[in-house]
Structure formats: structure tokens, C-alpha cells
């Protein structure tokens, strides 16, 4: 299935945040034979994969792996998904899912996006779907702050490891009206939530809206709005939504970041967006408890979010007024910084609310 035809017939279907986060760096091949459960949305007859060999935004100081870093050849051995009742158990029934109509896949080195072949599989929302990969090779990317429980084959047993692909998008066959797209960091992706809760903020928007809406959330831990505006293959992943909520900053912030650097990336963002024919929700930068300069650029980026950058957006979501404290406090949270269920809760209710998002689709 050619890229181009994955994006025209399918659409996300889990809330899941997830990415290409981290290269590994094996000194020689490895097979790794990985499994992990997500939890399905929306419901659907037919599932396809998405995935790429780039990693999408830099982890931690960029050291390890930063924003478009290519990796390395790797072999997809096998791949199989199947239905369970709940988490880590292993379904009735395993279904190969083919790379155009073969059991496995070779991967070229910086190798951009591709798909898997359809896989019949009907499913309901709230179904869990079991994910099972082996792969080998020495450099390829996988999501070390995945938030789900993985785990990889260790002998006649499982030991917990995330060092596996996952797919960029668990896509279905089901209609959708608007393909609503999150694109953040950590704070997006649900850091701060316990594992397997989907209880971040964007899931719980997810919960409130219709049927026909698909979301897909592009949330990376560390991520920054300099990753972004790269315009690299995270972004060119959120310019196939209909809408897509802007939450960044804070990684930029932690990294010593200027305000004006941080302030011309989120511009370059949104009007990249929106020359692609995409619809933006720009948030504010979420209180982090900055102290000293990070403060005040803090206070300095949210000021021309709400004066500036926002005019080139179809609408703001002022998520600091939500988390944070009242004047003069607002850049302390009152949910912790990475915000627990209640605050994402908080924050999914005030959304829904406003009625932002249905204000962004009613637009002509």
C-alpha cells in the first residue's frame, strides 16, 4: 500500500500517543521479538500500520538521538496483531500483517514513511488489540517513553523493554468527518499519567467529541517547537490532519531556549500548518514551575501566544489559565508539571466547554 493511499482510506484509531523517539544503538544486529496492547477507538472492520525510519523529535539533551536523525537497515521479521479481553494476554487467534503481501519487510536506512498491507479485523471501541513484532538489526527508532506497558521475549519468558517499533498510527477503515490531530510533547503524549490509563488529556478530549471524528495524538516526550519547525517528518504527519492542536514549548523552555527563538518556532509551526490546509488550535505553554530567566520566558512566549501568534491560528486554548495558579502564580502548576488524571481532566472539560475545536470545524 503506497503512502498515499493509506492516508486517503484510514484514520487513526487508538488515542495512543506515539513516535519514533529513540534510535537504538547495538553494536552488532539483534533480533528483538516485542509486544505491546493498545486500546482501540471508534471501532472499524479493517486495520493498517503506519511507520517510518526517522526518529521524530531529539530525546533528552540530543545526545542519544535528535528531531530527522535517519537510522540504520533493519529487518521486520514478522509482524501479528490480534483481540484480547484485557492487557497481556495473548489472543485466541494471531493475524499476520503483510508489507505488500510478504510476511516480512526489509527497512532502508533513513527510509520515510510506509505501510503494512489491511488486515481484516473487526473491532468495537474499547477493544484491545495485541501488537507483536520481531525485528533485527543493529540502529532503527522505538519510543522509549511509551505509555504502555511492552515488554520483549527473553528466553522462554518476557521481561519488560520498549526496544521495538510501534506504529506511528494504528489506522482504520471507518469514515471520519475530521481527522483531529495533537501535536506536543510529553505533556500531549500523557507523561504523568499512569501507564495504560488513557487518562491523558487529549484521550479524555477524545472521549467528549463524536463518533466521526478520528484523533490522533503526536505527542513525543521531550519534544520541542524547534523539532517542529523543522518541518520534518513529525510535522509532515500532523499537515495530514483537518485540525491540529499546537501544545508546545515547554522542552524549549528546559533547554535555555530564548524567548524569541521559541516565539519565531511556534509562528514557523503554525503557518506551516496552515499552508498545508490545515485548521490550528494554538494552547498556551502549560505551567512547568520555571523559576528565575525560564520564568519570565515563560511569561514573555504565553504573551505573544495570546497577542501575536495566535491572529495566524483559527483559535487559542489558553492552557495555562486552566493548570496553572491564579495571578501571580500562573506559571505554577496545580496538577504538577507533566498534569496527573484529575488535572488532564480539568483540562478535557474546559476544552470540551469552550467548544473549541467544534467552533474551529464550524468555520467556513
Known sequence: MTIEEFYRTYSSASVTGSANQVLTRDPEPVERTGRVWFRLSRGGEHLAFLFSNRVDSTFADGSISRANDPGGDFEILSLRVGLVQNRGEEPETWIP???????????????????????????ADGDTLAYEITVRGECYPY??????????????????????????????????????????????????????????????????????????????????ASDAATDGGWLARAKRCDVVNVCLGVNDLCRDRTDAAIIADL???????????????????PPFDFTGIARDRWYAVNKAVRESIAKDADALFDFAAVLGKPAPDEHLSVYGGHPNAEGCAVAARAYLAQDVLGRVLGKE
Not at 267 to 285: D, M
Open 97 to 123: 500483517v503483510t508489507f505488500g503481501g510478504s510476511s516480512s519487510r526489509s527497512v532502508r536506512a533513513g527510509e520515510g514513511e510506509f505501510a503494512t498491507d489491511p488486515v481484516s479485523l473487526p473491532f
Open 267 to 285: 509562528g514557523t509551526v503554525v503557518r506551516a500548518l496552515k499552508a498545508a490546509g490545515c485548521r490550528v488550535i494554538l494552547f498556551t505553554v
Open 143 to 224: 519510543h522509549e517513553e511509551l505509555v504502555l506497558q511492552s515488554v520483549c521475549r527473553d528466553g522462554d519468558g518476557w521481561r519488560a523493554d520498549k526496544r521495538f517499533p510501534v506504529p506511528l498510527m494504528i489506522g482504520c477503515d471507518r469514515p471520519a468527518r475530521a481527522h483531529i490531530g495533537f501535536l506536543g510533547d510529553s505533556i500531549t503524549q500523557g507523561c504523568g499519567t499512569a501507564y495504560d490509563s488513557y487518562t491523558h488529556w487529549a484521550a479524555k478530549i477524545a472521549e467528549g467529541l463524536s463518533d466521526d471524528l478520528a484523533v490522533w495524538d503526536l505527542g513525543i516526550g521531550y519534544a520541542r
